[in-house]
């Protein structure tokens, strides 16, 4: 029978480092026994037995059976509570091979260790009080950082901003529960004054929902990068404004055209954003059925697109499929390629004329971009959104978040209609059920599972 997150009587154990070669690997340990278990493999065990927490402990590994020793180790010791997974545990700092981490690992299941689930250390963390499902989550955000931005607003999160700022919009709600239960106990009490104020709380909340609700695509496109996309016809010059702008020859420039039958992509870094850069098919009606078929793919990204970078030849000039390209795609940042050339044509009205070959040109490349990703952001949030100090990133909370506001309408909407106590209660108690999903509090268990599982290994 397979292990679930909720088996925490066994230790576990996971590398937490990325494989491959590195000076260091990391092999993270957890469990009421787990320092026992390690002293079975270690040379100095009765130095790790002894160890109080945050002390480390220099030493070799090496195979209780074969007595083979596998590598020289530093080995860190938390004792619980004061460890991250509120359990006793043990941080092996090893030689950063695939192979020493395997072997050091392959050892540890023979002594008792289970194979840590994604995300199970975090998910103990949580379960055993250290953290809410928030935090938890915004280590996972923090891992997955990809820009400055991002970072930051994972840290936020982090630190319990985004927490705290749930907590207080739960309190809201509790406070008027509280409220209409004692109207319900001793209706002789009843006063207009009290009405008003529970309309007052139930707006803050509806407002506080409104503006965390407000910072989600933001949040987003900072946690998951932005996606630019270089469109145009076949030899328009894509892959070469493509090799330009990642600073690499990732693309193959030929003369020839559909060189290009696949999207080549990479990552870069625009300010503090983290941008998806890709280099799609040529776009042209083709009888031939794979460069269709990167053709396919190519209006599916940009479907998808926060920036498009439409190219057009400028020796050859504008033709139909261009002018239908700007109709369907308005937004797209017009470029007029090759204008190096002395028989490039003047770029028409609209159009930016630019050298996708010429190196001179990032730092324009660049500026043009900024501009086109800070106004693709501006449009898809409310002005001033997007400098939120607390801010979200996760459609899961945007989701609830949205559930939370809808329910609290339905309770303003009851209350204004002269609607029983009973049913404006009802509403305010899913608000606060969908807040307190959010936060871990009330959180079935399938969904405590899939939100862990989305973490790496060793987290």
């Given at each position: 029978?397979?292990?679930?997150?909720?088996?925490?009587?066994?230790?576990?154990?996971?590398?937490?480092?990325?494989?491959?070669?590195?000076?260091?690997?990391?092999?993270?340990?957890?469990?009421?026994?787990?320092?026992?278990?390690?002293?079975?493999?270690?040379?100095?065990?009765?130095?790790?037995?002894?160890?109080?927490?945050?002390?480390?402990?220099?030493?070799?590994?090496?195979?209780?059976?074969?007595?083979?020793?596998?590598?020289?180790?530093?080995?860190?010791?938390?004792?619980?509570?004061?460890?991250?997974?509120?359990?006793?545990?043990?941080?092996?700092?090893?030689?950063?091979?695939?192979?020493?981490?395997?072997?050091?690992?392959?050892?540890?299941?023979?002594?008792?260790?289970?194979?840590?689930?994604?995300?199970?250390?975090?998910?103990?963390?949580?379960?055993?009080?250290?953290?809410?499902?928030?935090?938890?989550?915004?280590?996972?955000?923090?891992?997955?950082?990809?820009?400055?931005?991002?970072?930051?607003?994972?840290?936020?999160?982090?630190?319990?901003?985004?927490?705290?700022?749930?907590?207080?919009?739960?309190?809201?709600?509790?406070?008027?529960?509280?409220?209409?239960?004692?109207?319900?106990?001793y209706p002789e009490d009843e006063g207009p004054e009290e009405t008003d104020r529970w309309v007052q709380l139930m707006q803050r909340a509806q407002d506080e929902l409104s503006d965390l609700i407000r910072s989600y695509p933001g949040g987003r496109l900072r946690q998951e990068g932005l996606l630019v996309?270089?469109?145009?016809?076949?030899?328009?010059?894509?892959?070469?404004?493509?090799?330009?702008?990642?600073?690499?020859?990732?693309?193959?420039?030929?003369?020839?055209?559909?060189?290009?039958?696949?999207?080549?992509?990479?990552?870069?870094?625009?300010?503090?954003?983290?941008?998806?850069?890709?280099?799609?098919?040529?776009?042209?009606?083709?009888?031939?059925?794979?460069?269709?078929?990167?053709?396919?793919?190519?209006?599916?990204?940009?479907?998808r697109a926060d920036v498009i970078l439409y190219l057009v030849d400028g020796t050859v000039g504008l033709d139909d499929e261009d002018r239908s390209f700007v109709a369907r795609y308005p937004r797209a940042l017009l470029l007029w390629n090759k204008a190096d050339l002395s028989r490039c044509m003047p770029?028409?009205?609209?159009?930016?004329?630019?050298?996708?070959?010429?190196?001179?040109?990032?730092?324009?490349?660049?500026?043009?971009?900024?501009?086109?990703?800070?106004?693709?952001?501006?449009?898809?949030?409310?002005?001033?959104?997007?400098?939120?100090?607390?801010?979200?990133?996760?459609?899961?909370?945007?989701?609830?978040?949205?559930?939370?506001?809808?329910?609290?309408?339905?309770?303003?909407?009851?209350?204004?209609?002269?609607?029983?106590?009973?049913?404006?209660?009802?509403?305010?108690?899913?608000?606060?059920?969908?807040?307190?999903?959010?936060?871990?509090?009330?959180?079935?268990?399938?969904?405590?599972?899939?939100?862990?599982?989305?973490?790496?290994?060793?987290?």
């Amino acid at each position: 029978m397979s292990r679930t997150y909720f088996d925490r009587a066994e230790p576990i154990v996971a590398l937490a480092t990325p494989e491959g070669r590195s000076a260091l690997a990391v092999i993270r340990t957890s469990g009421e026994n787990a320092v026992d278990i390690v002293a079975r493999c270690f040379s100095q065990p009765q130095a790790l037995l002894g160890a109080e927490g945050y002390h480390a402990v220099y030493g070799w590994i090496f195979d209780p059976v074969s007595q083979e020793r596998l590598d020289e180790v530093v080995a860190l010791v938390f004792r619980a509570p004061h460890s991250f997974t509120g359990e006793n545990a043990v941080e092996i700092m090893c030689h950063g091979s695939t192979a020493v981490a395997q072997r050091i690992l392959e050892v540890l299941y023979t002594q008792g260790f289970s194979p840590a689930l994604p995300g199970e250390f975090s998910f103990r963390a949580f379960a055993g009080g250290k953290t809410d499902l928030v935090r938890a989550e915004a280590i996972n955000e923090l891992t997955h950082a990809s820009c400055e931005a991002a970072r930051h607003d994972a840290l936020q999160r982090l630190s319990g901003v985004l927490s705290r700022k749930l907590e207080e919009i739960r309190n809201l709600m509790i406070d008027v529960l509280a409220d209409i239960n004692a109207r319900l106990d001793y209706p002789e009490d009843e006063g207009p004054e009290e009405t008003d104020r529970w309309v007052q709380l139930m707006q803050r909340a509806q407002d506080e929902l409104s503006d965390l609700i407000r910072s989600y695509p933001g949040g987003r496109l900072r946690q998951e990068g932005l996606l630019v996309v270089i469109a145009g016809r076949p030899n328009a010059g894509k892959s070469s404004l493509f090799n330009l702008l990642v600073r690499e020859e990732r693309a193959i420039v030929s003369p020839e055209p559909g060189t290009t039958r696949d999207w080549l992509e990479a990552w870069i870094s625009i300010g503090d954003f983290a941008v998806r850069i890709v280099d799609t098919a040529g776009l042209r009606n083709t009888g031939n059925s794979i460069e269709a078929e990167g053709v396919r793919r190519s209006h599916a990204l940009l479907a998808r697109a926060d920036v498009i970078l439409y190219l057009v030849d400028g020796t050859v000039g504008l033709d139909d499929e261009d002018r239908s390209f700007v109709a369907r795609y308005p937004r797209a940042l017009l470029l007029w390629n090759k204008a190096d050339l002395s028989r490039c044509m003047p770029a028409p009205s609209a159009w930016a004329a630019v050298s996708a070959k010429d190196i001179h040109s990032f730092g324009s490349f660049e500026s043009m971009l900024k501009s086109a990703l800070h106004s693709s952001i501006q449009e898809a949030l409310t002005s001033g959104q997007y400098e939120a100090q607390v801010r979200i990133a996760s459609e899961r909370q945007a989701r609830l978040l949205r559930q939370a506001h809808e329910a609290i309408a339905q309770a303003m909407e009851a209350q204004t209609a002269g609607a029983g106590l009973d049913l404006v209660a009802l509403h305010i108690r899913e608000s606060a059920e969908c807040i307190g999903e959010i936060t871990g509090d009330i959180a079935p268990d399938e969904v405590l599972e899939r939100v862990f599982s989305t973490f790496c290994l060793g987290k």
